[in-house]
């Protein structure tokens, strides 16, 4: 079976803004925001268990104090951790539901330097079950009462997946992919390196496995990282310099495809055998921001979309849908650089920088570089926002030559004009 993009339907299945997606291992879905997690039963997609500030409210504890539902994983033995934001006197909360009837098993707070659990993994490291929770100096939980703290890992992540049927730990931190072994973490109270790859540039925000590859979205590239010998494939998404397209989300489609979706409402299906794009289409449908994520469920997937309404296809077409034709982009990098050297001297002959309050507006440099692209960019991309034409100085501003960026460097912090750049 295959799947052709363009047959992708909304449903009429509301669900509130900022909504995120669980898999639990009952086969049922979890949804959830700030304020509630929903648990969904998949065949009639009714709500069969909701819980929020009022479920574990009582005369005896103040336990009303719900804060920012940020994360969730699900232990063995059926218990869930929830992870929350800061401002509370606890930051992990561990609960039981069977039967769908919660019971409130342990609160805790996690070490985070803001308090605040963005990030949580169930792990299996032999017969042993841990949980990971925290992004800075995340901490590593045992999963079963009294959930002692095993140890905090010298890491900052923004993503983590256990690689399967190992006990390796994958994780991404800014432009770096780390792979660590996590077998006598309990005897050496830290984590043996085993592989880190430094991508050129750009941040990672995604991760997953596909078989013996650990795929890694970066917003306009996607690597492919082989786990026998660590080499990265990739392929580059968007090469359009002005394109503010960024894809924020992925999931395997059921016949082992890839599924992109950007901030735009783009859509890619990716032959991930072949590392090549097969489709791509728009669904007019921009992501809520921060929560960025499709889901993949059984013969069609879910997709959240900023209309809040679920968005799915079923896995119903004969014959592979080809139809990505990938065009030159109009203006690339390359003619960026070539341009640059004028838009600096430019800056330099029309505005007398000495008469600037630049204490005040040169902080950080792109704020000056921002301040004299503003009107000419409006000018060339007339229906972008006003943060989108913000998107695009400051993307102007980090791909400038050393030289140049120094000039608005030397600019800010030290409040006068630097020498002219040389020829």
Request: proline residues 2%; charged residues 35%; aromatic residues 14%.
């Amino acid at each position: 079976m295959y799947t052709d993009l363009s047959k992708i339907k909304k449903t009429d299945i509301s669900i509130p803004k900022g909504t995120r997606f669980y898999l639990f291992k009952d086969g049922r879905i979890g949804t959830y925001t700030y304020n509630s997690l929903n648990i969904y039963n998949m065949t009639t997609f009714k709500v069969e268990l909701t819980i929020d500030d009022k479920t574990f409210c009582n005369n005896d504890d103040d336990y009303s104090l719900w804060g920012e539902l940020v994360c969730l994983t699900e232990l063995s033995n059926g218990y869930l951790v929830l992870g929350f934001g800061r401002g509370l006197e606890f930051t992990n909360m561990i609960i039981d539901i069977k039967d769908n009837k919660p019971k409130l098993i342990e609160k805790f707070e996690i070490s985070d330097a803001d308090y605040c659990c963005r990030k949580l993994l169930t792990i299996n490291i032999g017969e042993k079950e841990y949980f990971i929770a925290g992004d800075y100096k995340p901490q590593i939980f045992k999963a079963n009462k009294p959930f002692k703290e095993v140890v905090q890992l010298n890491m900052i992540l923004s993503e983590m997946i256990q690689i399967k049927d190992t006990n390796l730990l994958a994780f991404i931190e800014d432009n770096k992919f780390s792979v660590i072994d996590l077998t006598d973490i309990e005897k050496d109270k830290q984590a043996k390196e085993v592989k880190t790859i430094i991508f050129e540039k750009g941040k990672s925000n995604k991760l997953l496995q596909y078989n013996d590859e650990i795929i890694v979205l970066d917003k306009k590239i996607i690597h492919f990282i082989n786990l026998k010998n660590y080499n990265d494939t990739y392929i580059e998404l968007d090469i359009e310099f002005y394109s503010l397209i960024n894809y924020q989300a992925m999931c395997l489609l059921f016949n082992d495809q890839l599924l992109l979706w950007s901030s735009y409402g783009d859509l890619l299906k990716i032959d991930i055998e072949k590392k090549e794009i097969i489709q791509k289409f728009n669904i007019d449908a921009k992501a809520s921001i921060y929560y960025y994520q499709c889901f993949s469920y059984g013969d069609k997937y879910l997709l959240f979309a900023d209309e809040d309404k679920l968005y799915e296809i079923n896995y119903n077409e004969k014959e592979e849908i080809k139809d990505y034709d990938e065009k030159e982009p109009k203006y690339t990098l390359e003619d960026f650089k070539k341009d640059q050297d004028k838009i600096v001297k430019k800056i330099i002959e029309e505005k007398d920088l000495k008469k600037q309050n630049l204490k005040e507006y040169c902080k950080p440099p792109y704020i000056f570089y921002d301040i004299y692209r503003y009107k000419s960019l409006k000018k060339e991309f007339p229906t972008f926002k006003e943060g989108e034409i913000l998107s695009l100085s400051m993307k102007e501003y980090n791909n400038l030559d050393e030289k140049n960026q120094k000039f608005f460097k030397d600019l800010s912090e030290k409040d006068k004009l630097p020498p002219k750049l040389k020829k």
